[in-house]
């Protein structure tokens, strides 16, 4: 018998990653004994199974799909439509001094709000409806966006310009064979940043004004005193979060292979 | 100067363009209202309706959550960080938790600890825990090999070893989250006022004035707000820069 088999306890050690599940198992057991035994009224805390419940009818009676699915499209819409403006302005600024001195300071003044506080001014602007949600969710990838495309061409070191120079390229071919693909990484990083302000202004809107959507499951719930429901529609918008944020960061992997090479 | 003069064309350019439209009569004054009477509802609400003491509302609150927020951040954030054991039982829990949106926790915090100035202040607390708790980890997690066996060598004691070696090293990375977990407090201080809307507040504020359809009310918070937010960056920031003057380079 080796020294090490000897030393280990006599109780089959748990894998590496079984430790993680302990706190959330107890957690959850406690909870249950908790529900079990009344300790505080279901209009409190609802039993975890109660929770487990309101997920599968939601998703059953077709609720969480159209809900979800609802939200996806906003956001994605709302996304695209900020992180092409934030690109583009990123850009402008990042290449030319000019356009930095004329926009930055008022950029800089527009992105001192928060989101949530361009929310109210929007709703008398342009209403409740779709806009409104389009809007706040470009405002939030907007900002992120540009000032990392900003950054990340302002730090392409110069003597990448100057192999360009003396490849003589056009400036067009500077651009789109030197600068942009060196500007990628923090591009990326800032689309990244873009979508999880994106999704968490999605949350803002359609808690404060929507009639359908994953933040209106969970208004809908508190006005019924459904915790449960609610408890599912947390869960739901962390795991869409949590899932945009995996897709955004295998992208960003990928693009960056080049970097290795 | 040059730079300045560009830098004002586009805000100058904006304001005049947003007077011009008021004074021709463009758009309906409750959408867009001239700039003289968001002036004028800014001294209004100063000297009848007491906005300072809704913005000193919002201020206290906010101090009051960031400051549970990070006491109780960095704690966390130290064990997690030194303790292996801590950081394989809670860190993944902690991960799964940060995922959902800070927000769609307030109708949650609203029924457990109703709508008043406790709920409120511990959904701030929680806003700012988060970044907190995280560089806090990561800074623990930096300090250097090298710094490590030098403390061995000099056998320092446990609390030798977490005061003068890991919270120093540490202390760039724990600035970053504080100052992050300043921003975040502020936000989630007017998103509270927004959803729980009892008691003063600026956030408050804007909210009664787009019920009450005032264009005027909501700019004035919209300004209030970025005034704020400005103010506490710039605060944070030389704070941080204060702290940091220690590090060479």
Redesign the interface.
């Known amino acids: 018998m080796d020294i090490a088999a000897a030393a280990a306890p006599p109780w089959p050690s748990l894998p590496r990653g079984g430790t993680s599940f302990l706190f959330p198992l107890a957690l959850l057991g406690l909870w249950s004994v908790s529900a079990h035994f009344g300790w505080l009224p279901p209009q409190i805390l609802p039993a975890p199974s109660e929770v487990g419940s309101a997920l599968l009818d939601l998703g059953r009676n077709g609720d969480l799909a159209s809900n979800a699915g609802i939200s996806l499209l906003r956001v994605v819409e709302g996304f695209a439509a900020g992180s092409l403006t934030g690109l583009l302005l990123g850009i402008a600024m990042g290449l030319s001094r000019t356009a930095e001195d004329y926009i930055k300071p008022l950029f800089t003044a527009f992105a001192q709000v928060p989101t949530l506080g361009w929310i109210p001014f929007l709703m008398l602007l342009v209403g409740i409806g779709e806009p409104l949600k389009i809007l706040v969710i470009a405002k939030a990838a907007f900002v992120p966006v540009a000032l990392n495309t900003f950054a990340g061409i302002r730090a392409v070191p110069p003597i990448y310009a100057e192999v360009g120079a003396v490849f003589r390229f056009s400036r067009w071919q500077l651009l789109h064979r030197v600068v942009l693909p060196a500007a990628v990484p923090p591009i990326f990083t800032g689309l990244r940043y873009g979508l999880t302000h994106a999704w968490n202004a999605l949350v803002a809107v359609e808690l404060l004004a929507s009639a359908e959507g994953l933040g209106y499951l969970l208004v809908w719930g508190r006005q019924m005193f459904w915790l449960d429901t609610m408890m599912g529609a947390m869960i739901v918008i962390g795991i869409v979060g949590f899932g945009l944020d995996r897709i955004m960061a295998v992208v960003e992997q990928r693009l960056q292979r080049w970097r290795l090479a | 100067m040059?730079?300045l003069l560009?830098?004002?064309?586009?805000?100058i350019g904006?304001l005049a363009v947003w007077e011009i439209v008021c004074r021709a009569r463009l758009v309906d004054p409750r959408?867009l209202p001239p700039l003289e009477q968001v002036a004028r509802t800014a001294v209004d609400q100063v000297v009848h309706e007491g906005l300072l003491y809704h913005l000193a509302a919002s201020l206290m609150r906010d101090v009051a959550g960031f400051a549970i927020g990070s006491g109780i951040g960095i704690a966390i954030g130290t064990l997690l960080g030194l303790s292996r054991?801590a950081d394989?039982?809670?860190?993944?829990?902690f991960n799964?938790?940060r995922?959902?949106?800070?927000?769609?926790?307030?109708?949650?915090i609203?029924?457990?600890f109703g709508v008043g100035e406790a709920a409120k202040i511990i959904f701030i607390a929680a806003a700012a825990l988060i970044p907190v708790v995280l560089n806090t980890y990561e800074g623990m997690r930096a300090a250097s090999g090298q710094l490590e066996e030098v403390a061995r060598t000099l056998r320092f004691t446990r609390w030798q070893l977490v005061t003068r070696l890991y919270l120093p090293s540490a202390l760039p990375s724990i600035a970053t989250g504080v100052h992050l977990g300043l921003i975040y407090a502020?936000?989630a201080s007017?998103?509270s006022e927004?959803?729980m809307t009892v008691g003063p507040g600026i956030g408050g504020l804007?909210?009664a004035?787009?019920e009450r359809?005032q264009?005027d009310l909501?700019?004035l918070?919209?300004l209030i707000?970025?005034l704020v937010?400005?103010a506490i960056?710039l605060g944070a920031s030389a704070i941080e820069a204060r702290l940091m003057r220690w590090k060479p380079g």
């Open positions: 040059k730079r560009r830098g004002v064309a586009l805000p904006l959408i054991l394989r039982l809670f860190m993944p829990s799964g938790l995922q959902i949106a800070i927000l769609a926790w307030i109708p949650l609203s029924i457990w502020w936000v007017i998103g927004y959803f804007i909210i004035g787009r359809f264009m909501v700019i918070g919209i707000l970025g937010g400005l960056n």
